[in-house]
């Protein structure tokens, strides 16, 4: 794949979209969200408009080729577009005098999926438009087709935080964090996030040459209670990809500041606040 390629095939959007909580997000969903979000992107770009865009299956299947069976991927598209029917975004936020705010409000106006004509319709609500259209700060850039590739949704979700930090090759995350991120089930423990999750991530990754040199610390309170003391924090390094290098070089020229070196922890949502995505 040439470099332009790989660019036209990534999608980048702010990295506040990564703060998102998919409950109940199955793989094809993920798959159909994101893929659903480029050409939203692509489109409100070269139109300068926000009417209702028109996708045909085969170009959703440009970047979902293992959908074969028409009838099946109409009803994955049918279910996942129910699914964003009720898609609600709730968002909790402090004044200036620390009192809460909470709004809830759709991710679209409207979705339609016609079965004879193989398109589906929709709009984006325009407040959202902003985390995937023009983003210049802040921004994740995820490879849509190695994206879509993966078939368990959780080496998905980390596939796209480790993509969100390719700026700096350090991943570094709170435990609780991670799992309410992932959506991990409250019944799995350490031993069983490691052995159904993390581990067989980090050998996809590997094998397919994602993220160079990863790897992969847990970091223990041995003041708690547990063997060997309480999981606290993950720690993901890999190498920073040469094209971030040299994006974050003229960047930094351009702002007139220097990049600092020491470990970067993802920032707790306090102002923002965690945003969920809820059926």
């Known amino acids: 794949m040439t470099k332009d390629k790989k660019i036209s095939d990534s999608l980048v959007y702010h990295n506040d979209l990564n703060c998102f909580t998919f409950k109940n997000f199955k793989a094809v969903d993920y798959n159909l969200f994101f893929t659903i979000c480029y050409y939203a992107s692509q489109n409100i770009k070269t139109s300068k408009s926000i009417v209702p865009i028109s996708l045909s299956f085969e170009q959703l299947r440009d970047f979902l080729p293992q959908e074969k069976n028409k009838k099946r991927f109409y009803e994955n598209v049918v279910e996942f577009a129910l699914k964003l029917n009720n898609l609600k975004t709730s968002n909790l936020t402090l004044d200036n005098e620390g009192y809460r705010i909470y709004s809830v409000s759709s991710f679209f106006d409207e979705i339609t999926v016609n079965e004879k004509e193989e398109k589906i319709v929709f709009k984006i609500k325009e407040k959202w438009l902003d985390l995937i259209v023009n983003v210049v700060r802040e921004y994740t850039i995820l ?3 190695n994206f ?6 959780y080496t998905k979700n980390l596939y796209r935080y480790l993509s969100q930090w390719q700026s700096t090759g350090e991943f570094i995350i709170p435990f609780e964090k991670f799992n309410i991120l992932l959506d991990i089930p409250a019944s799995y423990d350490i031993d069983k996030i490691e052995q ?15 993220f160079k040199n990863l790897e992969y610390i847990k970091e223990k309170d041995k003041t708690k209670q547990g063997q060997g003391g309480q999981v606290t924090t993950f720690t ?6 040469d094209e971030r290098k040299d994006k974050t070089l003229a960047l930094n020229k351009k702002w007139g500041r220097r990049r600092k070196t020491e470990n970067i922890i993802p920032p707790p949502p306090t102002k923002r606040g965690k945003i969920e995505v809820s059926f």
């Open 148 to 153: 879509c590739k993966i078939s368990n949704k």
């Open 236 to 241: 993901f390094t890999f190498d920073i990809p």
């Open 143 to 145: 490879d849509l087709r």
């Open 196 to 210: 159904r999750i993390i581990f067989p991530s980090i050998k996809l990754f590997k094998e397919n040459n994602y």
